[in-house]
Structure formats: structure tokens, C-alpha cells
């Protein structure tokens, strides 16, 4: 957390809204986040995938992986 402190200026309040400036391959993200989400936002960008063992739906964050699994096949994949 230290580096998006010092170096893109993720700091302030946890309230504190941001622009994601990550460049993807369509483009600017955009994406407009808590600074206190902003971590976990940067970690879809970062090229980790969760795939859901059910119907193989692939995800960039656990988390999500996870809350689909529950969601659409009432389990914890």
C-alpha cells in the first residue's frame, strides 16, 4: 500500500473517491473507487483469474469468484 501512497497519490480519507488511471487494452479504466477500495480494484488489473468450477466463469478476484458460486449455484465453489 505503501507504493500507490507515494507514487499515485492513494491517500486521504478512506471516503477519499479516485479515478483508476490503469491502462488496459481498451483503454483508460476510469473506474471511480473509495480510496479504501482502491487496492482491491487494482488487483482486476494485475492478471490473476478465478474460475468458477461449476460452469467455468472466469474471474478476476476471488471474492467475486466466490459470491457467483453462492449466487447462481448455492455454493462456495
Same mark, same amino acid.
Given at each position: 500500500?505503501?507504493?500507490?501512497?507515494?507514487?499515485?497519490?492513494?491517500?486521504?480519507?478512506?471516503?477519499?473517491?479516485?479515478?483508476?488511471?490503469?491502462?488496459?487494452?481498451?483503454?483508460?479504466?476510469? @473506474?471511480?473507487?473509495?480510496?479504501?477500495?482502491?487496492?482491491?480494484?487494482?488487483g482486476t488489473?494485475?492478471?490473476?483469474?478465478?474460475?468458477?468450477?461449476?460452469?467455468? @466463469?472466469?474471474?478476476?478476484?476471488?471474492?467475486?469468484?466466490?459470491?457467483?458460486? @453462492? @449466487?447462481?449455484?448455492?455454493?462456495?465453489?
Open positions: 500500500m505503501v507504493h500507490l501512497g507515494e507514487a499515485h497519490d492513494v491517500q486521504g480519507s478512506a471516503d477519499r473517491r479516485m479515478h483508476c488511471y490503469w491502462w488496459t487494452n481498451r483503454g483508460f479504466c476510469g @473506474k471511480i473507487c473509495r480510496r479504501d477500495g482502491m487496492r482491491r480494484h487494482i488489473h494485475v492478471g490473476c483469474s478465478f474460475s468458477c468450477t461449476e460452469c467455468g @466463469k472466469s474471474f478476476s478476484r476471488k471474492d467475486s469468484m466466490r459470491a457467483h458460486a @453462492k @449466487k447462481q449455484h448455492g455454493s462456495s465453489n
